[in-house]
């Protein structure tokens, strides 16, 4: 049994970090081969992060890696997790192992949502870009129909605008999506 068990990427490497200073038994549930989480789709420059700057995601992710590096509470990636009981402070892989603690972390962050239309699995990366920073070099001087939502639309179709001559900013919504 651990003092803790701890879900989650870049928070949870945070919280593993005091739980270990603190002396108490701290595992790392990862679900990715790597820690860090959304920081590998971040590659702008970080200069909002209190108390360090970072040219991208990856540098930050890196960054949080060397900190940590020194800590001895256990990192298990490639995890996936069946059910979590937080009152019985139990968590279940989908391997079958049970997991029992003290206490429980849920440091998930977020994902990005789909929109859940036809080929959106199949062409990510081969039309369907998720970062347009990084995808705006493939796209190249082509019309593009961008459908994020909130600030990341704005922010990300003003960086499409700069290599494409037409930049559409389409529904955000399934249910509005349609084929052009």
Known sequence: MNDVLIIGGPAGLSAARWCDELGLDTLVLEQNEAVGGQLSFVHNPI???????????????????????????????????????????????????ELQSIAIIIATGLRRRRLGIPGETEFTGRGIIESATRGSRAIGRQRCLHNWRGDAAAENALLLAEVCPTVTLGPSRKENARAP
């Open 47 to 97: 200069d909002n992060y209190l108390g360090l700057r970072a040219n991208n995601g990856e540098e930050l992710r890196k960054r949080f890696i060397e900190q940590t590096a020194d800590s001895d509470f256990d990192l298990w990636t490639n995890v996936e997790i069946d059910s979590v009981d937080l009152k019985a402070k139990r968590v279940v892989l989908k391997s079958g192992e």
